[in-house]
């Protein structure tokens, strides 16, 4: 259900410090207790405890006003850092990067590196790192860092599967470009007609710049979408509404159509801004042109030229996850084994649900770009892409040298990714020093 549908037909009495909300285009009003708000939306509850999220841009000045008014209050409590709902970690306690468990095969020049991933798990409290390090087509450093489980008992162990959130998009971008050089689709192929989206009731009337949408534009984040403006529906809690699901029965299916009833914050080709939705649209496409599931068709082209065996779909409850893939640290799966979501991740697929081990993600790399292009035999490639998801902190690396890298970690801060270039930045800093001894 749209936002102002339901605002026009939620008739409830005033909750416990209740103020009025309105509807900039339509005047219409509700009364309901502020909860939370980020820069693209903010989220209500109303009598009986139900909560929803409308986006800032549809509410009057005054309510924005008021919401900025709140933003500007946690910002200036030192405490609100500890209070985020998405990552509570009170109950790990690593005292020391020396006290933090590492196996796996070394390579002996990268000890200071290692020493750097340690140090950076022990100041921001983090359970499980995998690291995997390749030059030249061959797997160098192989490690695991920290504990396979919650309670930071048992050491883990290379291999192990772990979420890469974004860096899901490069192989992606491969796969799609595997459907071009097998000229089953063209980079100026209209979004709209390959997935045949005038079949589905949300089209009718949708925004008629849809039409204009390439694959091109959705691989080079220039479709329209702008979540700095309209925020990223990709996870919208109105979605199970909408279609009348529970949220884990959403499917990526149900993501792709709610997005028709969005207008685009730009004219496709317009400019860039980084977009979700865009990815779970092109692995819609790998599977309507090639007619297979994304997976699949995943493991019969880009896996098997990568050789890598692991890649597979992550789950939201860690009951139904694969054999082989590792925990993640944030409320409210630390320490339980489930993860009740308020969204569902294998509905976004395409944006950052695949898991995979570190070395096969090395082995990703070595074969393709971090843009997914194929690479030359002796062609040297620099790039990086890094990936952020409720539990994940993800990055890699190809440099020009002949090194590629990738980290994962089963924690982030909060809902931001400034940890990834923290990382990044300690990572390379041990790098640069030791880098000409990689052989």
Same mark, same amino acid.
């Given at each position: 259900m749209k936002v102002h549908a339901f605002l026009a037909t939620l008739l409830l009495a005033s909750p416990l410090l209740a103020r009025p909300w309105t509807e900039a285009a339509s005047?219409?009003? !509700?009364? %309901?207790?502020? $909860?939370? @708000?980020?820069? #693209?939306? $903010?989220?209500l509850s109303v009598k009986g405890g139900k909560t929803f999220k409308i986006e800032l841009a549809r509410l009057s000045a005054e309510d *924005?006003?008021?919401? /900025? #008014?709140?933003l500007s209050a946690v910002r200036a409590t030192p405490a609100a850092k500890a209070t985020r709902i998405e990552d509570r970690f009170e109950d790990i306690q690593i005292k020391a990067a020396g006290d933090i468990s590492v196996s796996g095969e070394a390579h002996p020049a990268l000890g200071s590196v290692d020493d750097a991933v340690r140090a950076f798990m022990a100041e921001k409290g983090i359970g499980a790192v995998t690291f995997a390090l390749s030059k030249d087509g061959k797997l160098l450093h192989d490690r695991a860092f920290g504990w396979a489980d919650a309670d930071l008992k048992t050491p883990l162990q290379p291999g192990v599967k772990m979420r890469v959130a974004s860096m899901t998009k490069p192989v992606v971008m491969a796969a799609i470009k595997t459907l071009f050089d097998a000229g089953k689709l063209k980079?100026?192929?209209?979004?709209?007609k390959v997935l045949d989206l005038g079949q589905y009731k949300e089209s009718k009337g949708c925004d008629e710049r849809w039409q204009k949408v390439t694959v091109q534009h959705l691989l080079d984040h220039k479709g329209g979408w702008d979540r700095d403006v309209s925020g990223d529906f990709t996870? &919208?809690?109105?979605?199970?509404?909408? +279609?009348?699901? *529970?949220?884990?029965d959403q499917t990526p299916e149900h993501v792709m159509r709610y997005g028709l009833t969005k207008r685009l914050?730009?004219?496709?080709?317009?400019?860039?801004?980084?977009c979700n939705y865009g990815y779970i649209l092109l692995v819609r496409i !790998?599977?309507?042109?090639?007619? #297979? *599931?994304?997976?699949?068709?995943?493991?019969?082209? $880009?896996?098997?030229? @990568? *050789?890598?065996?692991?890649?597979?779909?992550?789950?939201?409850? %860690?009951? &139904?996850? #694969?054999s082989g893939e590792t925990w993640y640290c944030y409320a409210p799966e630390y320490p339980r084994k489930t993860v009740p979501l308020p969204f569902r991740t294998e509905a976004r697929d395409g944006a950052g649900i695949l898991a995979c081990t570190a070395a096969d993600y090395c082995r990703f790399l070595e074969s393709y770009s971090v843009i997914g292009n194929a690479r030359r035999p002796g062609g040297r490639y620099r790039g @990086? +892409?890094?990936?952020?998801?409720?539990? $994940?902190?993800?990055?890699?690396?190809?440099?020009? &040298?002949? !090194?590629?890298?990738?980290? !994962?970690?089963?924690? /982030?801060e909060g809902s931001?990714?400034?940890?990834?270039?923290?990382l990044r930045k300690a990572v390379d800093a041990a790098l640069a020093k030791v880098a000409a001894d990689m052989k």
């Open positions: 005047g219409r009003k !509700i009364e %309901a207790e502020y $909860v939370s @708000a980020d820069a #693209q939306s $903010v989220t *924005k006003a008021f919401v /900025r #008014q709140k980079p100026e192929d209209i979004a709209f996870s &919208d809690r109105e979605i199970p509404e909408m +279609f009348r699901v *529970k949220t884990e914050d730009f004219d496709p080709g317009e400019r860039y801004a980084y !790998i599977e309507k042109v090639s007619g #297979q *599931k994304f997976m699949d068709y995943l493991h019969a082209t $880009v896996c098997k030229e @990568a *050789k890598t065996l692991s890649f597979s779909l992550s789950s939201t409850d %860690a009951r &139904d996850r #694969q @990086a +892409f890094s990936g952020s998801h409720p539990g $994940v902190s993800a990055i890699c690396s190809q440099r020009e &040298d002949g !090194i590629n890298y990738a980290i !994962i970690c089963n924690r /982030r931001k990714s400034e940890w990834n270039e923290e």
